[in-house]
C-alpha cells in the first residue's frame, strides 16, 4: 500500500498545480482588460485544459483508492508560483499579464518533470497520461512565450 500511497501523492501535487493553474487563469481572464480578447480566449482554453487533467488525475487516484487533495498548492512547494501569478494581475498590462502566465507554465512544467522523477512506482497508464499532461502543457507554455515575445517585439 505505501506504493499506491507515494503514487497518489504524486498525482495529488499534480491535482493541485492544476487547481493552481486554473484559479490563476480565471484570475488572468478576470483582470484582462476588455481589448485583450484574444488573451481572454486564450486564458479560458488554459484554465479548461486544466479542469480536463484534473478531471483525469482526480479519476487515477480514485482507481488507487486514494483520497482525492482539495484545494491548492501549499506554501514552501514550488508549484506556489501560481498564487503570485494571481496577485499580479491587478493593474497588469498585456505584457506583465503574459510574463506571469509564462513563469506559472514554468512551475507546472516543474511539477510535471517531479512527477515523472519522483520515486513512486507509476505504471505504464499512469505514467503516458502523466507524460502526455506535460507535453499538452509544454504546448500552452510555449503558446504564452511565443505572445509575449510578439507583444514585445511590436511595443520595442
Keep these: 500500500m505505501a506504493t499506491n500511497d507515494k ?14 493553474r486554473i484559479t490563476g487563469y480565471e484570475k488572468a481572464k478576470d483582470e484582462t ?3 485583450d480578447v484574444d488573451l481572454q480566449t486564450i486564458f479560458g482554453k488554459m484554465a479548461d485544459e486544466s479542469r480536463k487533467y484534473k478531471t483525469e488525475l482526480v479519476a487515477e487516484v480514485a482507481k488507487l483508492g486514494g483520497e482525492v487533495a482539495d484545494g491548492q498548492t501549499t ?7 501560481w498564487m503570485n501569478v494571481k496577485a ?5 498590462d498585456r505584457q506583465s499579464a503574459l510574463e506571469s502566465c509564462e513563469f506559472g507554465e514554468d512551475a507546472a512544467q516543474k511539477a510535471y518533470r517531479d512527477a515523472l522523477a519522483s520515486d ?6 499512469t505514467r503516458q497520461l502523466i507524460t502526455s499532461q506535460k507535453a ?15 507583444h514585445k517585439a511590436v511595443n520595442s
Design 136 to 150: 499538452d502543457l509544454k504546448s500552452s507554455h510555449d503558446t504564452i512565450k511565443k505572445l509575449r515575445d510578439a
Design 88 to 92: 499580479t494581475f491587478t493593474g497588469s
Design 7 to 20: 503514487l497518489v501523492e504524486v498525482l495529488n501535487d499534480l491535482i493541485k498545480i492544476n487547481n493552481d
Design 120 to 125: 513512486a512506482e507509476i505504471d505504464v497508464d
Design 33 to 35: 482588460k476588455d481589448i
Design 75 to 81: 506554501a514552501g512547494k514550488i508549484y506556489q508560483v
